[in-house]
């Protein structure tokens, strides 16, 4: 790992830069304007957003957004979802991005947050613990393939009793 990797928040001049990242690593623009709709959303989780640095350009970005899981009484539970978390190509295969997923679930913990969502590959994030999320009955609001719709419990047993179907900002929808 090159030792000018810096792990920082997101600053306002890091928009376009990011929106760049974001738009090699997943080769369309969905991520890029599904992070600006969120950074102008309550949704939006500034503390767990972070870029990744190396000679002061950004090569990665995660950003959190909160949730809910609403289940069929219509109760809702709160959550945080990992939506997206992407690196440039060229810095890929690096370990940055796992930098940033094992900082930001640390930060997340001690900001009090008690479960994460991700819909990501499903051979990736069971490295930092998150598991299926279809056991825990819990849904994605669309069709997804249920091996890449995971979870992450923050506090051991909180989704024992959360059943339901998660309810994203409608900044997803607008894509």
Do not use: W
């Amino acid at each position: 790992m090159d030792h000018s990797l810096i792990i920082r928040n997101e600053k306002d001049g890091d928009f376009e830069a990011v929106s760049d990242v974001l738009v090699r690593a997943f080769e369309q623009e969905d991520e890029s304007r599904l992070v600006k709709l969120l950074r102008q959303s309550d949704s939006f989780i500034p503390e767990l957003t972070m870029v990744a640095e190396v000679n002061q350009n950004i090569v990665g970005s995660i950003v959190y957004s909160k949730i809910r899981i609403i289940n069929d009484e219509g109760n809702a539970f709160q959550s945080i979802a990992l939506v997206p978390m992407a690196v440039d190509p060229a810095f890929q295969k690096k370990g940055i991005g796992s930098i940033l997923v094992k900082s930001t679930i640390a930060k997340a913990k001690e900001l009090g947050y008690e479960s994460i969502i991700v819909l990501g590959h499903a051979a990736y994030y069971p490295k930092f613990g998150f598991t299926e999320a279809r056991p825990y009955c819990i849904k994605a609001p669309f069709d997804v393939p249920s091996e890449a719709f995971m979870v992450l419990e923050l506090k051991e047993g909180i989704l024992e009793d959360i059943k339901g179907t998660v309810k994203y900002n409608q900044a997803f929808s607008m894509l």
